[in-house]
């Protein structure tokens, strides 16, 4: 009997383009695949820069971020696992802890021991069903946002791109903190985010 | 690390620590959790997807011919230098974001004797909202009944306690408010270490407590 491969693993590896050229810039320092990336998503990571409302981030440090995050993407690329994330979702974690960390840098009242990649610590096993949903809700999660009540994804945007806290949300949109977060979980249970419903009765949510 | 956790953080908590917007002791406390809590890195997982998605959807916005050859410039110079070294090895077997705190920190932190049953060492974290602390509880060790001035992210890293309402063990992530009121015991098993970030200190219960209270203060570093 032939050896069968792991049908779970096997399903779940991201073979898209970008995952593709990270893999190769990961494994063999592929310059024209770095490249590539970089036209690909430096104008992303400069429209995710640009989206900032931060308190002290301004239009001069779009670019820079852009900078530091190719730069990153460049050197930790031999740790990306495309069974794990897509090329697309470990990009983004990387721009989102640059950009926290450049305004730490800047700011004078937070020195901190730790950078933000710090928290991301990668976990190195993982369980093959978890991971065919995962990939399963990546397909149909852009689908499934753009379908989402305009007042779900403003919070959305307001938190991810614009990164504010639940409670500057709150404050900015003049609605209680309670109703943003309740819309937030509306649109994660839209986009079938949370927990999948066989846990459900194992977790104590701590309110 | 896969225990079976089975007090999570709430969801927002964990959507805004994936959009890097939950502040930074809670976010310590929730990547202790993560470390323990294969469920929850799955659920992060998602929603660092949305980020993602969103990221990816947005307007591009052309960036300058010359940025592609300045960073490649970088890139050459860091690869002539040395490769750099990992900051930090592991020092013990807690998460690596506090081996990494304990690691950071020039004066390493001490365990300071609290009460006849508890430890605490306080964590340098460089904010100061939250005094960021480990707690040890020796086997079998009564804690006072006390209520929190603030709130408390708690997320057990060795062994387990128990107060009125659950038994929590490794990885397990607790909040308390005001108001909640609890007298934690540690296992009679072994001894129990937990993270612990407070915004205020806790007040006892006791009817000679408001004595003590003064006395208590938290001490972020």
């Given amino acids: 009997m032939a050896a069968q ?27 024209a695949a770095f490249a590539d990336l970089f036209k690909h998503y430096a104008p992303l990571i400069k429209s995710f820069a640009q989206a900032s409302r931060h308190e002290g981030w301004f ?4 670019e820079d971020l852009v900078q530091e995050v190719m730069i990153k993407v460049w050197q930790k690329a031999a740790g990306y696992n495309p069974e794990k994330a897509s ?19 800047k700011s004078n009242t937070q020195h901190l ?31 499934s946002l753009a379908q989402l009540p305009k007042e779900q994804d403003e919070i959305l945007r307001k938190v991810y791109l614009e990164g504010k806290s639940h409670a500057e949300t709150s404050e900015e949109l003049g609605l209680p903190l309670g109703t943003v977060k309740s819309r937030v979980r509306l649109a994660l249970q839209k986009m079938q985010i949370l927990v999948p419903a066989e846990f459900q009765d194992e977790l104590t949510h701590e309110q | 690390m896969n225990s079976k956790t089975v007090h999570h953080p709430e969801t927002s908590m964990l959507l805004e620590f994936s959009a890097g917007t939950l502040e930074t002791a809670a976010s310590i406390c929730v990547s202790a959790h993560l470390h323990f809590c294969a469920h929850c890195r799955d659920s992060l997982l998602r929603l660092d997807q949305v980020g993602s998605k969103l990221m990816e959807d947005s307007q591009a916005e052309p960036v300058d011919e010359a940025l592609f050859a300045s960073v490649m410039e970088r890139i050459d110079r860091l690869e002539d230098g040395a490769s750099e070294p990992d900051k930090y090895s592991q020092v013990g077997d807690y998460p690596p974001s506090v081996n990494k705190l304990i690691e950071a920190d020039d004066n390493p932190p001490l365990w300071r004797r609290l009460s006849g049953s508890v430890d605490v060492a306080s964590l340098k974290t460089g904010q100061k909202k939250f005094e960021v602390a480990l707690h040890r509880i020796c086997a079998g060790g009564k804690t006072p009944k006390h209520d929190h001035g603030g709130l408390e992210y708690t997320v057990v890293l060795k062994g387990s306690f128990s107060d009125e309402r659950s038994v929590y063990s490794e990885g397990d992530f607790i909040l308390r408010k005001p108001g909640d009121t609890h007298q934690p015991m540690g296992a009679q098993n072994g001894e129990c270490i937990c993270l612990s970030a407070q915004s205020a200190p806790i007040k006892l219960s006791s009817p000679l407590g408001f004595i003590m209270n003064n006395l208590l203060r938290i001490n972020p570093r």
């Fill in chain 1, 87 to 105: 090329a697309t979702t470990w990009i983004y974690t990387v721009a989102r802890n640059c950009r926290i960390d450049m305004l730490r840098r």
């Fill in chain 1, 59 to 62: 239009p001069g440090l779009n």
């Fill in chain 1, 113 to 143: 021991p730790l950078e933000n990649e710090d928290y991301w610590h990668e976990p190195d096993e993982e369980t093959p069903t978890l991971l065919l949903q995962q990939k399963r809700s990546e397909e149909k999660l852009r689908e």
């Fill in chain 1, 5 to 31: 491969s792991n049908p779970l693993q096997s399903s779940v590896k991201r073979s898209d383009q970008w995952s593709n050229l990270l893999v190769a810039v990961g494994e063999t320092r592929d310059r």
